[in-house]
Nanobody, 126 residues
């Protein structure tokens, strides 16, 4: 069983930055592809970013490419999402997720992830 706990959400003005963190309670953290998703009210959960087991490869949604950076520390069982130049339409609950898929390209949709955190609210004011 994998337990994921997100932190770092909050209120920020448009153009600002936030750093989200996710702590995983699992002995084999490096066995999981890790991802971030978000869900705005009335909308489906959408993919934001994912990182390979080693941390050497990342994949981003087109909408966040160049502004968001995902990283992980396998020694500390954490994954981080640095979000810059935030937009009001990115207001959502952000979720950390873990996938047992062996490769990053196999973990690009919500259905590919096996464990989820409880989410952290990010609100971007205009």
């Amino acid at each position: 069983q994998v337990q994921l706990v997100e932190s770092g959400g909050g209120l920020v003005q448009a153009g600002g930055s936030l750093r989200l963190s996710c702590a995983a309670s699992v002995r084999t953290f490096s066995s999981y592809v890790m991802g971030w998703f978000r869900q705005a009210p009335g909308k489906e959960r959408e993919f934001v970013a994912a990182i390979s087991r080693s941390g050497g490869n990342m994949h981003y949604a087109d909408s966040v490419q160049g502004r968001f950076t995902i990283s992980r520390d396998n020694a500390k069982n954490t994954v981080t999402l640095q979000m810059n130049s935030l937009k009001p339409e990115e207001t959502a609950v952000y979720y950390c997720a873990a996938s047992r898929a062996g490769f990053l390209y196999l973990a690009v949709g919500a259905a590919d992830y096996d464990y989820w955190g409880q989410g952290t609210q990010v609100t971007v004011s205009s």
